[in-house]
């Protein structure tokens, strides 16, 4: 079952990170999701991740990504300026 099925206009926005090793899920695949997801009128980021596999120990990491991420998107916040 796979969410490339159910891409509807209007669609929310989506942030997805992925190992670009990942062996059970191939990069290809969040690739072709967010290209048919933002064809249908949705904003979407995708970070790959050089050499990672499906899960890494450095994710933790990445959280901070998904922080922000929510906070401009759902929380209305403006981002930080580094």
Do not use: C
């Not at 190992?19 to 949705?42: E, H, M, T, Y």
């Not at 050089?50 to 929510?70: M, N, P, T, Y």
């Amino acid at each position: 079952m796979s969410p490339i099925y159910f891409v509807h206009t209007n669609p929310p926005r989506i942030l997805i990170i992925h190992g670009k090793s990942d062996k059970l899920v191939p990069i290809q695949q969040p690739r072709s999701f967010l290209q048919r997801w933002g064809g249908a009128g949705s904003r979407t980021n995708l970070f790959e991740r050089e050499g990672k596999e499906h899960g890494w120990a450095e994710l933790a990491k990445d959280v901070e990504i998904f922080a922000d991420w929510f906070d401009e998107h759902l929380r209305g916040l403006k981002p930080a300026k580094n």
